[in-house]
Each structure stands twice: as C-alpha cells, then as structure tokens.
C-alpha cells in the first residue's frame, strides 16, 4: 500500500479525468446542437448561406431568439446525405471523447423538408454516419425523430407520414420540442397515439424552466403520460411547483431526462438548483447536454457542473451513469449487456481506492454504486 499515491475516487467532486472515464448514456442531444462551429461554417459556404458572425462567436448568443437564429441556420446547411453523415459522425467523435458509450439522439425532420431534403435523404445520412462511428469510437446510438410544437400541426402530420412510412430500425422513438406556449399536449394527442400504433417510444419536452407556469404547468407532465403516451421525458423542472405532481411522477418512476447547461447563462444556477430538487423529492433522473456544441458542453463537462453545483460527489456521478442505462431505449438484451459494461467499468474506476482508503462517513466518498 502507498499512502503517497493520489487516491482515484476522489473526495467531494471528482475530477475531470476520472469522470471522463466514467461510462456515460446521453439520452437528451439534439444533433442540430452538436454541431461544431467549424462544420456549420463549412456547410454554410457549400450551400451559399451567410454566417452572422465570424465562426469563432458563432455560438455566442446575443439571446435566446439569437441562439433560435442560429439553430435556423443550421436547418438550412444540411442538405445532402454526405451532410447528414458528417453531422451524426462528428456528433458521435466527440461524445465518446466525453466518455459517452450510448447516445439517442433526435432530429428534427421538419427543418429540413422545407429546404428539399426528403426524410429518406435525412435518414441515409444518419444512419451512415451512426454507423461509422460506432465502428470508429464504439459509441452505439439510436434516433429520435422530433416533431417541434412551435411549428403549424400540418407540418407535424407530414413528418409523421414519413416517419411512420419509412420504419428504420434507428429510429426506435418520437419526442416533441419547441415552446409549450404553443398549446398543451392534448393537441398533439393524435399524432402520438399513431406513433404509438406504429411501435415508436415516446418523449417530451415539457415544463421547462425558460417558459412560465401559465405557459409550461405542471398538468403538462400528467398530459404527456396519459395523453400522449410518453414513458420518459425531457426537461421537467416546473413540476416542483406542484406537490402533488410531483408524488404522481415519483409514484410511476418516470425518467426525467435533465440537461445541466442551458443556453441562457444566467439561468444555469436556477437549473441546478431544480435539478437539486428534483433528485432530492425522490424523482427519476438521468442527465445530459441538451445542445453540446452549441451550449460549449459536453457529458464530461456537464456531469462536473452538476456535481460541484449541487454539491455532489463520485456516488452520485456512479448513479447518473447507471440511470442513463436504465432510462434508454435500447432492447432488453443490449441494455443488459450495456448494463453489464458499465458496472464493470464502475468497479474498475471505484475499487483501487478501497484498498487505500480508510472508512469514511461521508456518503459522498463511498465508493459504492447503486
Ligand atoms: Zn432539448
């Protein structure tokens, strides 16, 4: 034994190399948001689009409508199969840098349509570029075809035609995103339920912490499960202002899928603080980046900011990483296996310390996973 060797687990919050290490799932990665800076300029020029600001401020946003703008433009750079394939593929590169084993990762059909890219086209490139990486990195990943609320229902239905026409085995689910001012979950209740008939999973962004209770309420949560048959969901904060919601969602054990960077700085400490509370009222969690690239993040970077700002440690870092197995949706084989994986690599990381260190009461040093 050597007392002079750095202990691995480390007290309070561990650091950054360690949890790099740590297996991680991201289950909440808009691939419009992992876009790298350097690739949206180059798809900007190739298809004689402008960029508002030279390419090393791309991604600092004046506002929220600035970061919106942004996003918008991205819709427009991606045109061709090879597009689609760069992004899913340069997605994956660097979230396995960041430790991620598995991503589910959604796409919005309905930004590219308008600009003449068929959902087939969009869906060659992806699944090509989920391939590769998965052979390069060893990250698997599944897609998640998102319908944006904010968008007229018309253009939710023609996603839908071809995301139900055009099964792909990728493809395993649809979620829903954009603001919830544009009206409660009832309305999209149809198009759910086909997809539901369809075999497709289901997932929502629903009361998020950059809308207003009247806007975002915690009756959406209730909405999302019963109405459009959601068995996990993205976001979730404005839940804690309901009680009684939140005893509902803890009842049925339904994962939230929260992000712990936001794109608004100034808000970040108010994230953490409900994802805090979250954790703390006995509610399903599993974390992730939201928009990587976009919001300077990665799953490294964001289980850091969590830890040190909800004053966490290398159990809760270990409980994260297996609540992101429990929460994909993966089949039962390959999430046992992934499971599997990552315990292995848990003990792997967690067991040198224990020959070294004393017992401890601090639970945040206790080396044991659950
Ligand atoms: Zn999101």
């Known amino acids: ?94 979230a396995a840098a960041a430790g991620t084993w598995h991503a589910e990762m959604s796409f919005n059909p309905q930004y590219y349509l308008p600009h003449g890219v068929p959902y087939r086209v969009q869906l060659e490139g992806l699944a090509a570029g989920v391939r590769a990486a998965g052979r390069d990195f060893g990250c698997s990943a599944l897609l998640i075809a998102a319908i944006d609320r904010g968008l007229p229902l018309a253009s939710a239905d023609q996603a839908m035609d ?41 997932t929502a962004h629903v009361c998020e912490d950059n809308q207003t209770l009247q806007d975002a309420p915690p009756s959406n949560v209730r909405d999302c499960l019963q109405l459009l048959g959601c068995d996990r969901l993205d976001h979730g904060y404005n839940l804690l202002a309901s009680d009684e919601g939140v005893r509902q969602a803890r009842d049925c054990g339904v994962y939230f899928c929260v992000c ?79 499971r599997g994986r990552f315990a292995q690599q848990i003990a792997a990381l967690t067991a040198p310390s224990e020959a070294t260190r004393a017992p401890s009461t601090d639970p945040r040093s206790a080396g044991v996973c659950s």
């Open 162 to 202: 071809d995301i139900v026409s055009q099964r792909h085995e990728l493809v395993v689910g649809i979620g829903v995103d954009g603001p919830e001012r544009a009206g409660p979950p009832a309305r999209l209740a149809d198009l759910f339920q086909r997809a539901g008939r369809a075999g497709l999973r289901r």
């Open 1 to 94: 034994m050597d007392d002079t060797q750095p202990d691995p687990v480390p007290h309070g919050t561990p650091s950054l190399p360690m949890l790099r290490q740590l297996p991680k799932v991201d289950l909440h990665l808009h691939i419009a948001g992992t876009l790298r800076p350097a690739t949206l300029a180059a798809l900007a020029q190739r298809h004689g689009l402008a960029l508002p600001r030279p390419v090393d401020s791309l991604y600092t946003y004046r506002d929220f409508d600035d970061f919106i703008d942004v996003l918008r433009l991205s819709a427009g750079a991606l045109r061709t199969a090879d597009d689609f394939h760069r992004m899913a593929y340069e997605a994956l590169e660097d």
């Open 260 to 338: 712990g960077i936001t794109s608004v700085r100034r808000n970040r400490q108010q994230r953490l603080n409900s994802i805090r509370a979250m954790h703390d009222a006995g509610l399903a969690l599993s974390l992730n980046t939201d928009d990587p690239a976009m919001f300077h993040t990665d799953q490294t970077h964001t289980l850091a900011t969590v830890l040190e700002g909800c004053g966490w440690g290398w159990k809760e870092a270990c409980d994260f990483s297996l609540a992101g197995v429990d929460a994909c949706w993966l089949d039962a084989d390959a999430k046992r296996s992934l």
